[in-house]
């Protein structure tokens, strides 16, 4: 008996350490690419949408009673659908392709299949059953075609000081991270599709240092957790992409694997300090807005005082073209040559390649008047201040 306790113990050590460094095994099939940041530092440049697309689009969406978005700052495109969460009411909205409003995705509330609080990164799709998802804090929620629903929840560890920054179905299996509380201790579990544990953490989620902490013998507060730096998930054609906490590196899971291969690494270069023993860079990566299409890495950096008097946007977007191996640093957002319209960045890149980002109804109106664009103007001229927002939509 001890002994296949050992064995169960070693192969979940195996498991989670190679979903950590990537699984070296599955990388030699695959090329890792290296975005070498230090040379961008101070030399931000224009670039063109016409570098990267060739047609554009402005969706105004549905303006109805019943259609109604408050300020929504996010847009997903799946499945010829824009999914729109409007986190003031907790509602997700549906949008056809041609801005046709399609009802929403579930309800808020506590009951089995609602969902208390959204963000933008809650809703995801599953190709392989059609089922729209929702994540909700500690679970997640399907609904599928044929009306059924399905949960699938972390509850087993709500009585620890664990936390879950998400938990994402990928084929087969859910992979999910778990972090404790006011550490830097971050781990990748993996579910099967009835919410049981394939792989625990390395020391076991029931050991000591693992449970809730206790209060204090006089009555005062626990110390208050630190702020925690946990990884971020995007998802490239059938790929899960997780960067890490330390946000040198984005691993990509195939389909029901446990075991991801590296396929980006962040290197900062000199730009880096020591903190308590260990390395970590003055540049911050800003991890939840990195999107990925077939030619092309967007990624959203924090420069600080380090961005050039050129770029007078606080964040820095960084541009990776994949079959070039080229990176480039922006002023401000791409410009767009193509209609002479608003300048864009992809808040989201659907499976099948399209870039979309989500324009509110007066920025549109304001943008359009100083635009060189005949298109936003027409489609300006249909708007009012209380209209719906615009989905401006790129393909390659």
């Known amino acids: 008996m001890e002994k296949k306790i050992l064995t169960a113990v070693l192969y979940v050590v195996f498991v989670l350490a190679n979903s950590c460094s990537g699984g070296s095994s599955v990388n030699e099939l695959e090329e890792v690419k290296t975005i070498s940041l230090e040379p961008l530092v101070g030399n931000e440049q224009v670039v063109r949408l016409s570098e990267i697309a060739s047609k554009v689009e402005y969706i105004p969406l549905e303006t109805t009673q019943e259609s109604l978005l408050g300020n929504v700052m ?8 824009f999914y729109v969460p409007d986190f003031t009411i907790n509602k997700i909205s549906r949008f056809s392709l041609d801005g046709k409003y399609r009802g929403s995705v579930g309800s808020h509330g506590r009951a089995f299949g609602e969902f208390l609080s959204i963000t933008s990164g809650s809703f995801d799709y599953d190709y392989e059953t059609d089922a729209q998802m929702v994540r909700d804090m500690y679970k997640l929620i399907e609904y599928h075609k044929d009306g059924s629903i399905k949960e699938t929840k972390l509850d087993k560890f709500r009585d620890k000081s664990f936390n879950s920054s998400f938990i994402q179905k990928h084929g087969d299996i859910y992979i999910c991270s778990i972090f404790k509380l006011g550490t830097n201790s971050n781990n990748l579990i993996f579910l099967d599709l ?11 989620y029931e050991t000591e240092e693992y449970k809730e902490r206790e209060p204090k013998g006089d009555g005062a507060a626990p110390t208050p957790f630190a702020i925690q730096v946990v990884p971020q998930t995007y998802r490239y054609n059938n790929l899960l992409m ?4 330390s946000c040198d590196r984005i691993t990509a899971y195939k389909p029901s694997d446990t075991l991801g291969y590296p396929a980006y690494n962040i290197d900062y270069g000199s730009y880096t300090e020591e903190v308590n023993g260990q390395k970590r860079p003055i540049i911050k990566m800003i991890a939840g807005f990195t999107k990925e299409s077939q030619k092309h890495l967007f ?13 007078s946007e606080r964040l820095t977007r960084v ?3 994949k079959e070039s191996g080229e990176t480039k640093s922006l002023i401000g957002k791409i410009e767009n040559d193509i209609d002479g319209g608003i300048s864009f960045w992809p808040q989201y890149v659907s499976r099948d390649g399209k870039m979309v980002a989500i324009i509110q109804a007066f920025d549109f109106i304001e943008a359009a008047k100083e635009s060189n664009s005949a298109y936003m103007k027409e489609i300006a001229a249909t708007l009012t201040e209380e209209s719906n927002p615009v989905v401006m939509l790129v393909t390659q």
């Open 194 to 204: 009835d919410g049981n544990l394939i792989g625990e953490f390395p020391q076991g």
């Open 74 to 81: 996010y847009t997903s495109l799946e499945n010829d659908h």
């Open 299 to 311: 990624l959203t950096f924090n420069f600080g005082m380090l961005r050039s008097a050129k770029n």
């Open 319 to 321: 541009l990776f073209d």
């Open 242 to 245: 997780i960067i890490n906490s």
